[in-house]
């Protein structure tokens, strides 16, 4: 005997059958033969109801789909705090290291010993010719630093009228001479006037040119006003 079954079931693959839905679906199915005269080889028609999905199945469904939800957020929060405690036990390494590191005994260092302040350049020596002329040059600029009037001119013709250029020429038969103190160098001066008008920096030497020409210089100028008012015997 050839059977036919119709009928339709709706099942999907998000919903789970229990047993004790099955079973009242079994137990709820009515089969009908009809049978007539001369078709008694006629395979009967069986009648099978759709599976009614009740809220209880649903709520099962909703759980299962919260509980994997729950189970990958308690992953990803379980992943997140143990990070969080790698990256805790590598910064104390790391500050212990570091720690360690400078606590550990150093040699001092000394500072640098500042350079000695640079000596200031000596100042270039003005070369004079050792001469009537260098002389004079000389000691007008002693004379200059000193503000004692003079000039070139009359200091020349002043040594000329006295000793002719000769540093050594002494008087020895005038007033002074025959008092015990001759005139004595270019322009003729006595050791206690040379002694009392001696200009600082130049030699205590009367018959030093330049030492002579600044004495005599700084004399003429208190009793006569500069070197260059002098014209005869002063």
């Not at 137990?27 to 009809?34: D, I, K, Q, T, Y």
């Not at 080889?41 to 299962?64: C, F, N, R």
């Not at 007033?175 to 001066?189: E, F």
Request: proline share 6%; hydrophobic share 40%.
């Amino acid at each position: 005997m050839r059977s036919t079954i119709t009928g339709t079931a709706r099942l999907t693959t998000a919903h789970k059958l229990s047993a004790a839905g099955l079973t009242a679906a079994a137990g709820a199915a009515a089969l009908a033969f009809a049978v007539t005269p001369g078709q008694a080889a006629e395979t009967p028609s069986i009648a099978v109801k759709p599976v009614a999905w009740t809220t209880t199945d649903l709520g099962a469904h909703d759980h299962i789909t919260q509980q994997a939800t729950t189970t990958a957020a308690d992953a990803a929060a379980a992943k997140k705090k143990a990070d969080a405690a790698a990256k805790a036990k590598a910064d104390k390494a790391r500050a212990d290291q570091q720690a360690a590191s400078r606590s550990q005994a150093r040699t001092p260092v000394k500072p640098a010993t500042p350079a000695a302040p640079a000596k200031p350049a000596a100042p270039v020596k003005k070369a004079y010719a050792d001469n009537l002329d260098g002389w004079i040059k000389e000691s007008l600029d002693i004379l200059k630093s000193k503000n004692i009037p003079a000039t070139y001119e009359g200091i020349k013709r002043n040594v000329m009228r006295e000793s002719t250029g000769n540093p050594r020429a002494i008087n020895d038969w005038d007033v002074n001479a025959a008092n015990g103190v001759p005139s004595k160098g270019l322009l003729q001066i006595i050791d206690p006037t040379f002694k009392a008008y001696h200009v600082e920096g130049t030699s205590w030497d009367p018959y030093d040119p330049v030492a002579n020409i600044t004495a005599s210089c700084n004399y003429a100028a208190d009793k006569y006003g500069s070197m260059d008012n002098v014209n005869s015997a002063y």
